[in-house]
């Protein structure tokens, strides 16, 4: 696991208690050079969501990862749901669009 997507982790653990996270790194789908940390994809699942709206939840992000996306980090599509929402999702998230500028 690279550095950003470490860092990235051990925050929302840390803060969120998630029952379910899963970071990809989608850099490589974008253009720029390989071996990059820019491009993000959090589903996140946490209790902490609860009663929150959408955009409630992205600030929460935001304002835990603001450090990363004032440098490193280009894009964080975030996925954020309550268990009892995960659960009716049947446990997907959408897939990310394709790039139009990938491995350029």
Request: charged share 20%; aromatic share 4%; with cysteine.
């Amino acid at each position: 696991m690279a550095q950003i997507e470490a860092g990235i982790r051990e925050k929302i653990t840390a803060a969120l208690n998630p029952l379910q996270l899963d970071i990809e790194n989608e850099s490589d789908r974008h253009k720029g050079p390989p071996g990059r940390e820019s491009h993000f994809k959090v589903t996140l699942v946490s209790e902490v969501f609860a009663g929150l709206l959408p955009v409630k939840r992205h600030q929460k992000i935001y304002a835990l990862l603001a450090d990363e996306l004032a440098g490193p980090v280009h894009a964080l599509a975030l996925h954020l749901y309550t268990p009892e929402e995960w659960q009716a999702a049947g446990q997907q998230r959408p897939d990310s669009p394709n790039c139009q500028g990938a491995g350029h």
